[in-house]
């Protein structure tokens, strides 16, 4: 193993030169097949990790099931302050994490550590939860009684996530999971398994530090095979799927035939429109991050531009001029800004895009290649391209279909209703982003002839959002909510509880059953 690499898995703990355990319901195991993590940057492999076998992945539900019903006892403020010592936790271990995070998932340094403080945020935000996940009163029409709201835990709660945030997206589920009294289980990403080792050791050791079982948070890496199996699981009530549309829908499908519950958080096509009065010297580095950061790969890239036609020759012109200064390399180096695709087969993807769009007759103004210079060449490096299709076409699969690459596609308006149509005519809807300083402009966007998609930006980029608002998108998004808003409802069984304190019966609607 490179030092590169083997310093950073042993500030985590991770054995190197030996199989890493993949599986943990309170002790450690893998006896399923071997998977390998390979550093998208070098091509190396980094581990071999052991995968759930089917034994094991019975035995963690046993094990999850055992640790939910010790959990549910746990007063709420009390499961808040074990969240407390885990955001503790991860923040003496920010740095470490985030480089891990760049080395496997291909994110660079900054991006990396920014994901590792997300799970830090939502930890905070969980903190304040567990004092507040209050039910309600109601008011009830009859004499003497009332009626009660009240959260309860839902039991053990699924989390299946993506690379792209291979830490973050399980904190999301595991601290409103946790503060509400359930026990999770992770299946990760099986090209980022080590990530998720190093997040499941951290936890593991607060949940032992505090006597809680470490089943709640419990972990089985593995195939398609792992996936199908909590799919399908009676026993976890809640599915909470972070993925493409294409394997959202058919885990939607299973879940929702055996009448459990999903949090989807599927694919994004995310425009950002440009109007004329807008501040260009904001809006350009905004798309540019939005478009480049990540290498593309975020679920709230940009990847749709509408311009104004005003406008559309100078934000052009600057934003090209930000795509040739773009640093690639290693994103550990701390002055990259473009890491590597995540995977080769997403390099594959990116190509045909590429070319679909050259066929289609679109004008590529930059990008459309591989880097394949020495130093990049083992890596999964691809130039981030802007590319202007003949026309403004939503049917179109280019415009239609997330490419999870740095692809920009260009259109441009006259009228800012022709941008909106555009924005919301695509299936997916979960991020969007207007610029302008017209307060008219910023009603229509955020009412109801405005953008249909869960995030709703004004002068703020597609990407990077808060923990604090609710994330997700609508429609073949998947509708989904996570981290923040009314979110964490999602992670509860809800009983409306009418209580009789009178000495007397009587029925609701005034009705009358006496002989
Ligand atoms: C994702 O891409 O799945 O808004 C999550 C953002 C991040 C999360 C993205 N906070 O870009």
């Known amino acids: 193993l490179s030092a590169r690499a083997s310093t950073i898995l042993s500030a985590l703990d991770i054995p190197i030169a030996t199989d890493v355990p993949g599986v943990y319901d309170g002790t450690w195991g893998g ?67 985030g480089a891990l995070v760049s080395l496997e998932m291909g994110k660079i340094r900054t991006e990396g550590i920014g994901e590792v403080q997300e799970f830090v945020d939502i930890c905070d935000y969980a903190v304040g939860l567990s004092r507040m996940m209050n039910g309600r009163v109601v008011a009830s029409e009859r004499p003497g009684h009332t009626i009660l709201e009240v959260p309860n835990p839902l039991g053990i709660v699924g989390a299946l996530t993506a690379f792209n945030f291979p830490v973050a997206v399980y904190g999301w589920n595991f601290s409103l999971s946790f503060a509400a009294g359930n026990a999770t289980i992770w299946k990760p990403s099986p090209t980022t398994p080590l990530c998720a080792i190093a997040v499941t050791k951290i936890i593991a050791d607060v949940l032992e530090r505090n006597g809680i079982p470490g089943a709640v948070s419990t972990l089985v890496t593995g195939a398609q095979d792992v996936g199908e199996a909590i799919v399908n699981s009676a026993d976890i009530p809640l599915v909470s799927f972070t993925g493409s549309e294409a394997v959202g829908r058919v885990v939607g499908k299973a879940v929702q035939s055996r009448f459990g519950k999903t949090i989807l958080e599927l694919g994004g096509n995310n425009a950002s429109i440009i109007m004329p009065d807008a501040d260009l010297s904001m809006a350009v580095p905004a798309v540019f991050f939005g478009a480049v950061g990540t290498a593309g790969q975020r679920c709230t890239s940009t990847r749709r531009l509408y311009l104004h036609r005003d406008i559309a020759p100078p934000f052009l012109d600057a934003l090209q001029k930000l795509y040739a200064s773009v640093r690639v390399g290693d994103p550990l180096v701390g002055s990259t800004l473009l890491g590597p695709l995540h995977t080769r087969a997403a390099v594959e993807t990116y190509s045909s895009a590429v070319e679909r769009l050259r066929e289609k007759g679109a004008q590529v103004l930059t990008g459309g290649q591989r880097y394949d210079q020495d130093g990049l060449r083992q890596g999964n490096f691809v130039q981030p391209t802007i590319a202007i299709p003949k026309s403004v076409d939503p049917a179109d699969s280019i415009w239609s279909t997330e490419t999870f690459a740095p692809v920009l596609h260009v259109g441009v308006f006259d009228e800012l209703e022709q941008a909106i149509g555009w924005n919301n005519a695509v299936p997916q809807g979960l991020s969007s982003s207007l610029w302008t300083r017209d307060m008219r402009n910023i009603g229509k966007w955020i009412g109801s002839e405005g953008s249909d998609t869960g995030i709703v930006n004004v002068n703020v980029g597609t ?42 019966t009587s029925l609701a609607q005034g009705v009358k059953f006496s002989a």
Not at 482 to 496: C, F, H, I, L, P
């Open 31 to 97: 006896n399923g097949d071997i998977l390998e993590s390979v550093c998208p940057t070098t091509g190396e492999v980094l581990a071999r990790v052991q995968s759930a076998s089917p034994r094991e992945l019975h035995e963690a539900l046993d094990k999850s099931k055992e640790a939910y019903i010790f959990l549910r006892k746990l007063p709420t403020p009390r499961r808040g302050d074990v969240l407390r010592q885990l955001r503790e936790a991860l923040a003496a271990k920010r740095d470490a994490l």
């Open 463 to 504: 990407s990077g959002a808060e923990i604090g608002a609710a994330f997700g998108g609508n429609k073949s998004t998947g509708w989904g909510r996570e981290s923040g808003g009314d979110a964490w409802k999602q992670y509860v069984r809800w009983s409306a509880c009418t209580i009789n304190f009178s000495d007397a």
